[in-house]
């Protein structure tokens, strides 16, 4: 893996630049409106407007009205069965924007009281901005009839949506006899724009969703289905002359205090002593500051920052798997501009960085050319030990400095160029990662990514021998472990055709013996994979009962770099979309699969593990069956390799789930889930999960949330080897709440206070114990200058 990769990075840029060169197909089909081609000017006024719901301001008939009557999906273009009339103005530093959303049935419109960007199944109207005019990021902000916001920003290189941005904008919302009503208020300041234009053409979109026996998007231009990037499709607007940024300077200073109680239950000669409970008590006082440098560039920086979580992580059942689970970021300081660092193959984890002392972020966009960068210290260090068979995360109670930077550069619209490097390092350790990556689309219906990519690692001598010796690691890591210094190099192409009925993707990657990306989630090495898919869409018209279906398949074939196969596999789904918002996806998977290495003291696969046929069907159905209801279920049977026991077994696993609106202030949240397995008929183990979260919303600024997470796992140890029946316990259970008061004014001037505990039982406990347990408060003020 490591000869010749110079030659093989000389050759995909090469042929990409060649790519570069070549005359685009045209499409078929283009949908392409006067709106696309002449720039609709918005108009400007010089008087304030009050923000309340209501459209009944003189100022309105000045502003420019747009009709949002197309359907866009799950239909293509058709005439919308509702009106909707939007409007839109400028001042010099708001763009004002109204909606008027008629309904014949008003009684029937979906709205709910919910926090910030929790109302997506709600009727909703909106806009989206692309302010670059660049066709590579789109700014979204949505409202429901009650006033309730949610913004994102959609990344159309990647595909990809991030609700992680949070804008400080106004707007309100009214219920009318017509149907409803929105107004909405955005500051020039919150967008990022080149303010050196005297005038700006942004592209934009207006928006709403109409859910009712299906859930229409609606929009005031129309969409080619058969094109994957909808911002490129986008209408263009022009005004905001001489429109400025200002200073853009954001002071949060914030303060949490918490108490937290732990004590520790230890077991010896069967006698279990649980310790008393011991005392923390923590007061610290923060500050997060953003200043827009230039119009251009934008500083997020944070002191002393507050990284506790308020919503509690959904909970994951961690049995018979052989992968390190992920969990997603919830940190505002590492999802602010996350979408500067997006890459093919995502290269930042920042759930990686637990407990940082302060944290620097700079980011950019100058042109065709744009830029990011990070660095964050941490108390701890922590990384994943990547393999072919499985990984673990390994951890140490020393700093490390952690830091990225990335940049990417527009060639034309066809051809997009990118570098990202990553760096973890401390006294005894360092992981470096550099990375080039391209995206070449001749036109809307092909694309091309390579991303090739080279790491260096080292780890002192007593890192080494922790991970060999400790015994909390598995016998892969441990081997790998004598390897883990050095360089080595990965590389990803990716390959995909979309039009309007059919798609077809193709991607290989590689991944060298020793090649590893600390700072992301890395956690396969040594092994090399490729997978050829493809699918058929059908739409439905109003004689049929479905209104969009698809059919769709891919095989893979993964080797290690020895050329020894790890798992081979072939799949198909039905997805049909139906009555009542309903989807259902029906699977079937085959795979031949190698189960664990038979001699730990090799990585060999060859000769050294056993091959195991599984076969499973799944099947996901969702729907809402009233207004107030959403219902969803997981079911997968068939046989998968029981990893404790290496043996081909037979797996059940039951998903239910229920979102349950009992009126416009209560939702209750319930997801359970069931995973059994059984050898020859008799039992292995019984996993359950119960994700509960209840939460009352008194408006749209403050609610009162209790979550629930809980485990129960029950193995029957008898049927298990005798030799690794030790390594587990007959029952565990756990147990983990939180309760908590939130009342934001916006999303960085808010107050929280909540309590959570938390405890378990195992074999040496009769009962469920808490050993954890606090107490905490965090208020933080934005100061907007």
Sequence with gaps: MKKGITTQVAVLFLCTSAFSNANAEQTDLQHITSDLVTPTEIPRIHKPITIDGHINEAIWSKARRFLVNNVTFPHENIPSPVQTEAFMMEDGENLYVAFKAYDPEPHKIRA???????????????L???SFNDDTLAYQFFINPLGTQTDSIENALTGRESSSWNGIWD????????GYTVEIAIPLRILNFNDRLDIQQWGY?????????????????????????????????????????GNNLTVVPTLVSGQTQTRDINTTNNQTT?????????????LDFKWGITPDVTLNATLNPDFSQVEADSGQLNVNNTFALFTPEKRSFFLANEDYFSTPLSLIYTRNIQDPDYGAKVTGKMGDHSFGGFVANDKTSLFLLPGNLGSNVYEVDEKTTNGALRYSYSVNDDLKMGATTTIRKNSEYHNYL?????????????????????????????????IKNSGNYSSEQELRADNIN?????????????????????????????????????????????????????????????TRVQLSGDVDWTHNQRGEKIEQEAEMYLNVNGPMQSFLRHGIAARTKVGNRIDETTLAIDGNTEEFDEVSFSSWMEFKPTSHIWLGNYLRLGTGIDYSNSRLSDVFVWEPKITWHANKHLETKLALKLSKMKYKGDDIYTANLIDLRLSYQFNIRSFLRLSVVGYDIERTLENYLPEVRDDFNSNYKSVSAQLL???????????????????????DLSKVTKNTRSVFLKMSYAWIM
């Design 741 to 763: 008061f939130s009342y934001k004014v916006n999303p960085q001037t808010l107050f929280f206070v909540g309590y959570s505990d938390g405890g378990y039982q195992d074999d």
């Design 434 to 466: 550099t990375s080039l990556d391209t995206r070449y689309q001749p036109n809307q219906n092909n694309r091309v990514n390579i991303q090739v990519l080279s790491s260096d690692t080292y780890l002192a001598q007593s890192y080494i021998d922790d």
């Design 205 to 245: 979109e207006l928006v709403r969703f109409y859910p009712r026996d299906e859930r229409l998007r609606l929009s005031n231009a129309k969409m080619d289905q058969g094109q994957d990037c909808w911002v490129c499709q986008m209408p263009t607007l022009q005004g905001f002359k001489g429109a400025k940024q």
């Design 171 to 178: 707007s309100a919302g009214k219920m009318t006899e017509f």
């Design 112 to 126: 709910f009281l919910s926090d910030r960007d929790k109302n997506w199944n709600d009727d909703l109207v909106g």
């Design 128 to 130: 989206k901005i692309d």
């Design 486 to 546: 050095g360089n080595d190099t990965a590389y990803r192409i990716h390959y995909n055709h979309t039009n309007r009925d059919w798609f077809f993707d193709m991607t290989h990657m590689n991944i060298g013996e020793s090649f590893r990306a600390d700072l992301a989630f890395f956690n396969n090495t040594d092994h090399k994979k490729t997978v050829i898919g493809g699918g058929h869409i059908w739409r439905g018209n109003d004689e049929d009962w479905w």
């Design 274 to 286: 649980i310790e008393d409970w011991e005392d923390e008590s923590n007061t610290d006082v923060g």
